[in-house]
């Protein structure tokens, strides 16, 4: 499973940046996610909007999957941890709804599950890569 990616430190000052840049990229993808959830309620009547939600959902895949490759995760890995953190992050929109401080919470949420990314990278790695060779073996 080595063309799969890996994770590879980044020195000390590189990892500051990087990790700033990271946090940019989940606060981007939380509120892209969070319009995309606003999207839905249109969908109904506007039929673009479920394809504005596709290119939504896409951008913010992209921009989750740019913030992994900065902090020094490579490959067809990052892409898949990247789909992952969209997923939740998705799936915890609709938990939101229209509630109160919904905006601020979709932040905390998405914040919150970056943190292991952040403090944990190789957990993560290695948590991801089990989990493949768990599902498919070689």
């Known amino acids: 499973m080595d063309e799969l990616g890996g994770y590879q430190a980044l020195a000390p000052p590189a990892q500051l940046v990087g990790d700033a840049v990271f946090i940019g990229m989940l606060l981007l993808t939380a509120f892209l996610e969070r319009l995309q959830f606003q999207l839905r309620v249109t969908e109904s009547s506007k039929w673009?909007?479920?394809?504005?939600?596709?290119?939504?959902?896409?951008?913010?895949?992209?921009?989750?999957?740019?913030?992994?490759?900065v902090i020094g995760f490579t490959g067809p890995i990052s892409f898949l941890i990247a789909s992952t953190m969209v997923l939740f992050v998705s799936v915890l929109q609709s938990s939101l709804s229209n509630r109160r401080l919904s905006t601020?919470?979709?932040?905390?949420?998405?914040?919150?599950?970056?943190?292991?990314?952040?403090?944990?990278?190789?957990?993560?790695?290695?948590?991801?890569?089990?989990?493949?060779?768990?599902?498919?073996?070689?």
Do not use: C, Q, Y
């Open 48 to 69: 673009w909007a479920s394809n504005g939600r596709d290119v939504v959902n896409a951008f913010a895949l992209a921009s989750m999957a740019l913030g992994l490759k």
């Open 104 to 138: 601020v919470l979709s932040i905390a949420g998405a914040l919150a599950l970056g943190v292991p990314v952040i403090v944990a990278p190789l957990w993560v790695h290695s948590f991801f890569r089990r989990t493949l060779e768990v599902l498919f073996p070689s």
